[in-house]
């Protein structure tokens, strides 16, 4: 390598003369050395350009190069320089440097040897834009995994030397479990950060094979040598800082906790602000498949179930004791904690991942750039929102870097220092100081802005402060006058919304409130009496909504949820106004409040792509074993879809036949998704029996056929469901082919009876459906589940005629097409059998007339819409025969299985006359309109018969024409 060349003067102009000489001097010394030792290493002037670049930027850099030539040689003749190690290649050349270690002493000089060596090649890639920021940070933590675990296996095998080998009561070997929190933990580890550390072991018991002792004494007095061998300072420096302080109890706590203690702690005693803390715990060292074991322990403790919007004044409470401690400090020009930094950044991705996480596993995401381009395609952030954050983070984490490479420490406030200034512009690309720190403050006032923004502290209205004092028990007359004022009417009125208000401020609910409770109850309750006062019938409205605070009871994320969110409020008061049946439904499921927080996507009319990509998200995450929390997810999505149908009927968004298609949809889809997961399940134990031999072997089909409203796709928001179960015929000696070998018939029948459970019993989040098969073969005394051909037999030989009605609006739903396809064509051939015009009519009629005196109201001076003369059924069952007598004169009649479908294919081959099919349709509509509406209202399908609409007049005329007169 030769001297350096004049043509370099240029790359060092707007130096200081001072820092100009030293980098020229240093360059020339590393020259003659080089030389000297006949090492090989470019003299072209682009690479001493990059290299007075590098050196310029990190003092640290060049004075170890300087001390051993031989790293950049050796670099740059293995090619380490211009990439990225392999996975696993940094740990495999530690491996290599600690085969002879033998001692905690040498074990400690190898490590800090190696991490100097790594840290000045990392440092180089990045200061000479040979490595992007994600390559350098996810080095940088590859880095400490790779010390720690390695670090960690030579010590605990000296200390079982020592000690013995720790074991379970029963006998199970332990091993210490590492989680690396903070960056580490997330692979953004920064180029001199300490690194944050909890210690665990699966469980409690003693050493065997040595000296005895327990087994958290085992793993303490190991914990205290790793740290010693990481932290502390030696002549070689150190390897990491080690922080503890994120464990329980902080620095008073024990160092190393058993899985069990751990788990009792946070669910017991820990903080808010550790919850943030775990979001990206990861296991980087000893048994990590322990530590897996310990974050799935721990993960209902850091994603709740619902959205957790109280994460959003837990964060805002963090930021302003940061915020407090930099302004004392006078820290304002600090990168990652003063304004506008890097923590604001975190703290707007964490606060979405802790709200949503638990109910949307895509954001549990470790990493801060993933989560944030999460949070802009699933909208949760606008799309400029989250550019304008990964740009100013990008910046900000290369200047952490840079500051961090001048000198190998934890620096995070930008220098003062004229010359650094200089220095640290011109490295990151930037031609002086002044266009530096002008773009820097743009990005930090833009994190700043969208932070405040997502932080806002919602503000109360003018009117509604006074109503404070009405929760606070004032003066009763000041009271009725407060709520006179807010719009509850005469005082009779007043004086039952005051009795409510007093009732729910002094039940238990209230009074079992924590200090933080109480708090959010002081800001909800004026917003919530407010809000009710402006409805038409407020006095009712707000018995419905304290109602559902009943229900809520102490739970705090509801309470933060309509505290943070006035729309969500808003939309709670317009749907509880509007229906009982919402009321009901919140009561009972309050984690459906969460679908409050967007009126764009809660009235949405909804497709069947959405609600499915919906349904996917929900449970692709799930354990295929965990029937527990496949069947929570089942009934949270079908609970929130039919709410958000329910208000999109309500405001008059969709009409009565979307609303029935909608309420089929999400049965279908329920449907299929437990068949799915059943079967998932019975795969794993069972095995899928098969039929055929050869090339024509092939897995026994299931399917779900749906009969009635759901056949029709005409569900009410009550219907129960009418099912049955088939599947494929098979051989006698049909038998399974999985770890638990059972025969075929006992495989479909525990398959039918699972999936009747899933879809049936009732869980914390309610059930899903009512689930009726006595509509398969010979009813509640046949099999659950009826093979292709002895279905098709029963209709041939044995099926009543109202079976063969009930098979007109009968289609298959879920499971396996080869069996839907088999069951069309049975369909078709038994609904085109020629059939007698006078006897089908008598059976069919004789059949309605029984219907109508068991189950018609009795009750006098109302209408039942269902059963009544020209309601429903009626209509339905002229259908029925209207197919049953002409499906073998058209057979596109099979295609169809509703009743609005049916009834125009009746009209068009002349079935049934223009003037007759359009009064059926007209009366068929406003019927099941009227019923879903009642339904709404939670009240039963009965109309006042004083005001019997025309359409059921209608209909009774055409009922009496064709299925009584003479045609």
Not at 337 to 351: D, K, S
């Amino acid at each position: 390598m030769t001297a350096p060349s004049p043509d370099l003067f240029p790359s060092l102009e707007g130096l200081s003369p001072a820092t100009r000489d030293r980098l020229l001097d240093q360059l020339h010394a590393f020259c003659l050395l080089a030389t000297e030792r006949g090492l090989n290493i470019p003299s072209d002037n682009e690479f001493q350009t990059v290299l007075l670049r590098v050196w310029e930027a990190s003092p640290f850099v060049a004075q170890h190069m300087q001390q051993d030539p031989a790293l950049l040689s050796g670099w740059l003749e293995r090619g380490e320089l211009h990439r990225a190690y392999a996975s696993g290649e940094l740990r495999q050349k530690l491996v290599g440097q600690l085969a002879t270690i033998t001692t905690d002493t040498q074990l400690a000089t190898c490590l800090r040897q190696f991490r100097r060596e790594q840290m000045v090649r990392i440092a180089w890639r990045d200061l000479a834009s040979w490595s992007d920021l994600a390559e350098t940070l996810s080095e940088l933590s590859e880095l400490a995994d790779c010390c720690v675990s390695l670090a960690l296996d030579l010590l605990h095998d000296w200390h079982v030397k020592q000690w013995g080998d720790p074991r379970s009561a029963k006998g199970k070997r332990q091993r210490l479990v590492v989680i690396g929190m903070g960056k580490l933990g997330a692979h953004e580890l920064n180029f001199s950060s300490d690194i944050d550390l909890i210690f665990a072991f699966p469980e409690d018991g003693t050493t065997r094979g040595g000296r005895r002792i327990e087994n958290d004494q085992f793993f303490t007095d190991l914990g205290r040598r790793l740290i010693k061998v990481l932290d502390e300072v030696t002549a070689e420096g150190m390897v990491f800082r080690v922080d503890m302080r994120l464990r329980p109890y902080g620095d008073s706590g024990p160092l190393a906790l058993s899985f069990d203690a751990l788990e009792e702690y946070y669910q017991m005693q820990a903080r808010e602000w550790e919850r943030y803390a775990w979001v990206k715990a990861r296991p980087i060292a000893g048994d990590l498949k322990a530590g897996a074991a310990l974050l799935a322990m721990l993960r209902p403790f850091v994603y709740r179930r619902y959205l957790d919007f109280g994460s959003f004044d837990a964060l805002r409470s963090m930021k302003a004791m940061i915020m407090r401690e930099v302004e004392r400090k006078g820290m304002d020009d600090n990168i990652k904690l003063g304004a506008g930094g890097i923590r604001e950044v975190e703290f707007i991705a964490q606060a979405f991942q802790l709200i949503r996480g638990g109910r949307d596993p895509d954001l549990q995401d470790r990493r801060l750039l993933p989560t944030l381009r999460m949070l802009a395609d699933k909208q949760l952030l606008p799309e400029y929102v989250v550019t304008d954050l990964i740009d100013a983070y990008t910046l900000l984490r290369r200047v952490e870097n840079r500051l961090q490479a001048y000198q190998d420490r934890q620096v995070h406030q930008l220098p003062r220092d004229e010359q650094q200034r200089l220095l640290l512009g011109r490295n990151l690309g930037y031609s002086s100081w002044d266009h530096f720190i002008k773009v820097l403050n743009l990005h930090r006032a833009a994190v700043s802005r969208h932070f405040d923004r997502v932080f806002e502290v919602p503000k109360s209205e003018p009117n509604q402060e006074s109503l404070h004092a009405l929760w606070a028990e004032g003066v009763e007359s000041q009271q009725l006058t407060l709520l006179a004022a807010a719009g509850y009417g005469e005082d009779a009125d007043c004086a039952e919304a005051l009795k409510l208000i007093a009732d729910f401020r002094d039940g238990y609910t209230v009074r079992s409130l924590s200090q933080r409770g109480v708090v959010l109850l002081e800001q909800l309750m004026p917003l919530l009496i407010a809000a009710a006062g402006l409805a038409e019938c407020s006095v009712a409205l707000l018995s419905s909504l304290l109602t559902i605070l009943e229900r809520i009871g102490g739970r705090m994320a509801y309470l933060s949820l309509l505290v943070e969110n006035p729309m969500a409020l808003s939309q709670l008061v317009k749907l509880c106004g509007a229906s009982p049946w919402v009321v009901n439904q919140l009561s009972r499921y309050p984690i459906l409040l969460d679908e409050l927080l967007d009126p764009g996507v809660l009235y949405a009319p909804q497709t069947r792509e959405g609600l499915s990509a919906e349904l996917e998200a929900l449970t692709r995450h799930l354990d295929i074993d965990d029937l527990e929390q496949q069947m929570e997810a089942l009934r949270v999505f079908s609970h929130a879809a039919k709410l958000r149908l329910a208000a999109a009927d309500i405001s008059a968004v969709i009409d009565v036949e979307q609303v029935s298609e909608g309420l089929s949809t999400i049965a279908e889809l329920v449907v299929d998704k437990a068949v799915e997961l059943v079967r998932r399940q019975f795969e794993q134990r069972y095995g899928s029996p098969t039929t055929g031999k050869g090339k024509n072997k092939h897995p026994l089909g299931f399917g779900v056929i749906a009969y009635g409203k759901l056949g029709g796709r005409e569900l009410s928001y009550s219907s129960d469901l009418d099912l049955v179960f088939l599947h494929e015929t098979y051989a006698e000696d049909c038998h399974t082919p999985g770890p638990d070998k059972i025969s075929c018939g006992v495989y479909f029948a525990r398959l039918g009876q699972r999936v009747i459970h899933v879809l049936s019993t009732l869980t914390l989040t309610g059930s899903l459906y009512e689930i009726d098969m006595r509509l398969r073969p010979n009813g509640a005394s046949g099999v659950l589940v009826a093979d292709l051909e002895g279905f098709e037999a029963y209709q041939y030989d044995d099926a009543w005629t109202w079976e063969h009605q009930a098979l007109v609006r009968a289609r298959f739903v879920a499971g396996d097409q080869s069996v839907g396809d088999a069951f069309v064509k049975i369909r078709c051939r038994v609904l085109s059998q020629p059939r007698k015009k006078k006897a089908l009519r008598a059976e069919i009629s004789t059949m309605r007339g029984r219907m109508r005196d068991e189950f018609m109201s009795t009750k006098k001076g109302v209408f039942d819409l269902k059963q009544g003369p020209g309601g429903i059924a009626d209509i339905e069952f002229m259908i029925q025969y209207a197919v049953l007598l002409s499906a073998n004169k058209h057979s596109q009649l099979c295609d169809a299985t509703g009743n609005f479908p049916l009834m125009s294919m009746l009209r068009e081959v002349g079935v049934m006359q223009k003037r007759q099919a359009d009064a059926l349709a007209k009366a068929y509509l406003s019927a099941r309109g009227q019923v879903h509406r009642l339904a709404l209202l939670e009240r039963p399908a009965l109309l006042d018969d004083v005001a019997l609409p025309d359409y059921c007049v209608a209909a009774e005329q055409v009922w009496n024409k064709t299925m009584i007169g003479t045609e």
